[in-house]
């Protein structure tokens, strides 16, 4: 069986983030003409690699109690700053606020969390009810005691953070489902699976991730697997246009197809297309492509 090498720079040869945009797209907006996207994008290359890759390794023990022992969740505000988890907003129960990032956070990890119990019978992430803390308005470093929004989303091994996004490419990453309920997967693999963050080991990860968002957006929308959209990260890319999003679980590799600044999804959607080596630990966010087409070739 052949193999293949990931793109020159694909992965950028780092332990890859549990992020939702791909070090792909990020390394491809460090290079982009846009002076505010390229800082931006050199920033979250450079900012809190190790301490996210950490998190993410941390064992399940980092679980916050939910006082009743079910869905329970907890909303910040980090003020556009990188220091986790920030400023309690709005709690279970509480009513809308005025702040639509607090709300859609708020309701996007209850439906991810109604979506486990309801289809897979489990209480929160690890099954013990543990409450689901959310981070919004997170911002990057960019500079001495300067920020800027950030334009990611992700699991820090015990909590869900969003970046507002530059407004350029990315608008606010609360506004997608299919992006929460990506990230808290995570969190429920760390108390279900072992899998190593390397390799194939690490590819599957993401795949869980990418297949349980989305079908928590189905399951929300009461959409069957031959109706609904296998596409990743819709709503939060300014860009209108239809193949302009982060992943297409369907058709990997076509996903930001030839766009200016995020360049072309590299993903294979096939064995024969492996990527192997050491950049980005093995191809991790670029295998991941085989097993969602192959989930979803088999859904429908």
């Known amino acids: ?51 996210r890759a950490f998190g993410s390794d941390l064992p399940a023990l980092l679980a916050t109690p939910s006082p009743a022992e079910r869905r329970h969740r907890l909303v910040y505000d980090a003020c556009g700053k ?14 809308e ?53 950030m334009s990611n989303a992700f699991w820090n091994g015990s909590q869900m953070a969003d970046g507002e996004g530059d407004g350029t490419l990315f608008r606010s990453f609360t506004r997608a489902l299919d992006v929460a309920a990506h990230e808290l997967t995570h ?14 080991s690490e590819a599957i990860h993401e795949h869980f991730a990418d297949v349980f968002g989305v079908l928590v957006r189905q399951w929300r929308r009461r959409e069957t697997a031959v109706e609904a959209s296998w596409l990743v990260g819709a709503d939060v890319l300014v860009s ?16 930001s197809a030839d766009h200016p600044l995020l360049g072309s999804e590299p993903q294979p959607g096939h064995m024969k297309r ?21 989930f979803v070739i088999a859904a429908r």
Do not use: K, W
């Not at 990188?82 to 009513?95: A, F, I, N, Q, S």
């Open 1 to 51: 069986m052949s193999r293949t090498s990931p793109p020159r720079g694909a992965e950028g040869g780092r332990r890859p983030r549990p992020c939702i945009v791909p070090p792909y797209m990020v390394e491809a907006m460090a290079r982009c003409d846009d002076r505010a996207i390229r800082d931006g994008a050199i920033a979250a290359l450079g900012h809190c690699a190790a301490g």
């Open 82 to 95: 990188d220091r986790l988890p920030g400023t309690l907003v709005r709690t279970e129960g509480e009513p």
């Open 97 to 149: 606020v005025a702040d639509t990032a607090v709300d859609e956070a708020y309701e996007h990890a209850g439906d991810t969390c109604d979506f486990f119990h309801a289809v897979c019978g489990r209480n929160s992430l690890n099954d013990r009810g543990m409450a689901l803390i959310s981070s919004v308005h997170v911002g990057e470093p960019a500079g001495r005691d300067r920020f800027q929004p």
């Open 187 to 200: 969190g429920v693999q760390a108390f279900t699976s072992n899998l190593v963050s390397l390799r194939q």
């Open 240 to 255: 209108a246009e239809t193949r302009q999003v982060i992943r297409d679980l369907e058709h990997p590799g076509t996903a």
């Open 274 to 294: 492996l990527c192997e080596g050491p950049a980005g630990a093995g191809g991790v966010h670029l295998n991941s492509g085989i097993p969602n087409r192959a």
